[in-house]
């Protein structure tokens, strides 16, 4: 069992940055894919970024650019650096594991994006 909780949402002005955290209850980055996820009101769940033990990292074409993905094993912490939000950007982000074990999620972090 792995249990992934969230952090560093909040309220942001347009244009600015954030980092939010994922932290994991053991060490699994060696093993799992690590993957954040965000959901604006109204729309589906969409992948933003993934990160896997070899060090491959993909980028949703929407936020290539913007967003950078990474991981702190000692901590067993995963990180998503957000910068110049948008308006557009409000949503829960969400991480993910997929590995051996199965598939984990944490419960989400809100984000929204106002001035």
């Known amino acids: 069992q792995v249990r992934l909780v969230e952090s560093g949402g909040g309220l942001v002005q347009p244009g600015g940055s954030l980092r939010l955290s994922c932290a994991a209850s053991?060490?699994?980055?060696?093993?799992?894919?690590m993957n954040w996820y965000r959901q604006a009101p109204g729309k589906q769940r969409e992948l933003v970024a993934t990160i896997i033990s070899n060090g491959s990292i993909y980028y949703s074409h929407s936020v290539k650019g913007r967003f950078t993905i990474s991981t702190d094993n000692a901590e067993h912490t995963m990180y998503l650096h957000i910068n110049s939000l948008k308006p557009a950007y409000p949503a829960v982000y969400s991480c993910n594991a997929q590995g051996p074990g199965g598939e984990y999620w944490g419960q989400g972090t809100e984000v929204t994006v106002s001035s």
């Open positions: 053991r060490s699994i980055f060696s093993v799992y894919a």
